[in-house]
T-cell receptor, first 112, second 113 residues
């Protein structure tokens, strides 16, 4: 069974640009969550999608958004990038949400 | 908001030694998860705990869900060099049935051969 796949693995963007990250969950998993990991703040919850609906949202500005498609694949978008958005963005999938969560390898975003 | 305090922050041990790390929370969790993360990779799930008092093993790893539902510990027995990495505890919100995880700050483990 394939694991959680995130693309791309690495990304370099310029301040002010926007970026879209993609996540394909484990087959059969309906819940997809996104996390931001930085050395200073650690792992912080961005949002969770379940059956194409955002079920929970973390404390991030509106520049961070996401969506989930009918096949459970998810994308997250960050608009008007800031230097502080440089981080490892991780996607996790789980069967229903309140169960074991499995992470992808992450997308390393660098904003210059 | 909810916070998890994980300790110790780092450990430097000799190969073969046992390791213990723990997490405490200011609020109740329904689920405790323990992850290991290698540099540049995503966290890998080690152990999941679902019931207060539950003690679960996975090879040389043992974890327990505290009776109060506000704490958990992870033990690694007979450490080996490949145990090197960052270990995270994560709690799942006890008040809602969502996938949101609250993470501890991590314990960095270094093993000297």
């Amino acid at each position: 069974k394939a694991g959680v796949t995130q693309t791309p693995r690495y990304l370099i963007k310029t301040r002010g640009q926007q970026v879209t990250l993609s996540c394909s969950p484990i087959s059969g998993h309906r819940s997809v969550s996104w996390y931001q990991q930085t050395p200073g703040q650690g792992l912080q919850f961005l949002f969770e999608y379940f059956s194409e609906t955002q079920r929970n949202k973390g404390n991030f500005p509106g520049r961070f958004s996401g969506r989930q498609f009918s096949n459970s694949r998810s994308e997250m978008n960050v608009s008007t990038l800031e230097l502080g958005d440089s981080a490892l963005y991780l996607c996790a999938s789980s069967l229903l949400g309140a169960t074991e969560a499995f992470f992808g390898q992450g997308t390393r975003l660098t904003v210059v | 908001g909810q916070q998890l305090n994980q300790s110790p922050q780092s450990m430097f041990i000799q190969e073969g030694e046992d390791v213990s790390m723990n997490c405490t929370s200011s609020s109740i969790f329904n689920t405790w998860l323990w992850y290991k993360q290698d540099p540049g990779e995503g966290p890998v799930l080690l152990i999941a705990l679902y019931k207060a008092g539950e003690l679960t093993s996975n090879g040389r790893l043992t974890a327990q869900f505290g009776i109060t539902r506000k704490d958990s510990f992870l033990n690694i027995s007979a450490s080996i060099p490949s145990d090197v990495g960052i270990y995270f505890c994560a709690g799942q919100d006890g008040s809602s049935n969502t996938g949101k995880l609250i993470f501890g700050q991590g314990t960095t483990l270094q093993v000297k051969p």
